[in-house]
């Protein structure tokens, strides 16, 4: 089978980031001195005191927030079927890859690149194709 290898770019926490997930993950909710928390407050649509705000680390819907600087980017190697490849698209960054089974991925070759590698993955296909148009 037929594959495309290219440069995957993902982002890590760094150790800034793990302290930052292993802060929010083990810490216990602020509670005032009648033991309500913040959450107590909204769920009656009242004011939140200011010392049970959080200190934004999970957000609304429960996401550790983390910053560009509580990240790494790694880089690796990415194997994508030909089959399974299905578009393409430069940004200023990244080159932004889709797959058919729905997955996008972030490389770092360009869609210039990709087509290159994918006209040589087809060659022999296309020179199997014209020989058999000049044998007849």
Do not use: C
């Not at 296909?125 to 044998?135: A, D, E, G, N, S």
């Amino acid at each position: 089978m037929k594959k495309l290898q290219l440069t995957l770019f993902s982002k890590v926490p760094n150790e800034k980031g793990i302290a930052k997930i292993n802060k929010a993950n083990s810490s216990k909710p602020i509670t005032d001195e009648h033991g309500h928390d913040a959450e107590w407050y909204r769920d009656l649509n009242l004011p939140v005191p200011k010392e049970l705000e959080e200190d934004g680390l999970v957000d609304g819907d429960g996401y550790i927030n983390l910053e560009e600087d509580d990240l790494d980017v790694t880089m690796s190697l990415l194997l994508i079927n030909l089959d399974d490849f299905s578009s393409a698209v430069d940004d200023e960054e990244y080159t932004h890859v889709y797959t058919k089974s729905g997955v996008k991925f972030d490389v770092h070759e360009t869609v210039f690149e990709i087509d290159e590698q994918i006209d040589e993955l087809n060659k022999n296909k296309l020179i199997k194709f014209f020989k058999q148009l000049w044998q007849k």
